[in-house]
Every structure is written in structure tokens, then in C-alpha cells.
């Protein structure tokens, strides 16, 4: 089986009403999950009694990256020079970038001592739980574009994403854990900082160095007690 071929079950509206509740997350998530306590995670729902000690081999499907609502038109909203415009192609291309970067970092992760067998194609006798990484409402403060000539921008902080990780039973495609995670660039305050592509990429590294961290931390804790 390959993980091209598993779909990602839960919606994105189904996503996006969890997320959107971080002040008092429901105790039950859309499709059945129970929130459970966490200290890596603002939120953790998982199936009852579920429990992940007999998967041997873990499979990482390539993480899938969306903006957040009207983000594209709020960026644009005060660019007056047409050159100087936020295009779908620079929407593409920053979602692909972070994309294969969260990709790095999570099989980077795996692969640490002593390493995880990371599989990429499975039959139905194997035990795989499969990870599905997803980055949404993603808010980029000040994006790079392709446009010519030098253009600065100062913000207070490079922007914010939220990290849904959710782990399925490579053979029944069933849930059986959602990890979702809300993490904010570094705050400077009122203090203005020149913010680019180069310190956009190093925060969200930043960001993506800790999350993978996390989550080896819980595989370890959940596959290897």
C-alpha cells in the first residue's frame, strides 16, 4: 500500500473547528476523538483506549500547507505598486517550501538514535502507523515576492502557524490520534524589526525544530514505554 493512496479523513472543516477553539477545545472533536491532557500539544484528541505499543514501522506522509483565510487579500490590501504584489505563484511557492521543510525536520526526527524504521510503501500484514502532518493558518507577516528592486519591510514578528498531526492505522486508515499546535513567531514587542525571507525561513525552522522534537518525544513515550 502506498500512503499516496490514504486519504487524509479528516476535513479541513472538520480541522478548522477544533482549531478554532483554543480558549475551551471541546472535550470531543468532530469525528469522535477525546481530548486528552498534554504537555507537548495545546490539544490532543485521540480514540478511546487507544493504545500504539504493537506498530513496529512509521510512515510520513509529505505534510500539506495552507494560509489562512483572506490572507492573500489582506497582504495586498496595502500595496499600492502592482509590482510589489503578493501573487498565487508566491502563495505556492511559500507553502511548498514550508511544506518539504516540515518534511525534513519530522523524518529528521525518526531518524535520530536509536532510529525508527521509516517505511514508504507497506503491505496488509505490517503494523504502520502513518503520520499526516498538515500546517494550517499560516499568517506570513512580511513575504518575500519576486518583484524587482529592494523593498523592506519592519514588523514586531514574523507571523504565526498551527501544526494538525494526526496518526492513522497504516491498514484501516482509522484515526486514532489528532496533535494540534499554535505557535507564534518571537514577539519583539514594540521594538520594529526588518523582516524578510532569510528571518521568515528562521523562525518557522525554529518552529518546525521544536515541533519534531515533540513529536519523537511522544512516539518514544507512546511506541518504546
Known sequence: MSFQLISRCCTLTAILAVVGCANNPPAESPDGLELVP???FTEVYAKRDVTLTGYDQIGIVPCEVSFRNNWLRDQ???RVQLNNRVTQDDVDRIEDALGAECDKYF???MAEPPPYTVVEEFGPDESVL???PSIVDLDVSAPDTMSPGINRT???EAGRMTLVLEGYDGNSSEVLFRAIDRRRS???GTTLQWTNGVTNKAEADRILKSW???LREA???ALRP
Open 38 to 40: 498534554s504537555k507537548s
Open 76 to 78: 495586498n490590501s496595502n
Open 107 to 109: 523524518r529528521g526526527a
Open 130 to 132: 502513518v503520520l499526516l
Open 154 to 156: 519592519y514588523t514586531t
Open 186 to 188: 518571537t514577539d519583539y
Open 212 to 214: 519534531s522534537k515533540k
Open 219 to 221: 512516539l518514544d513515550t
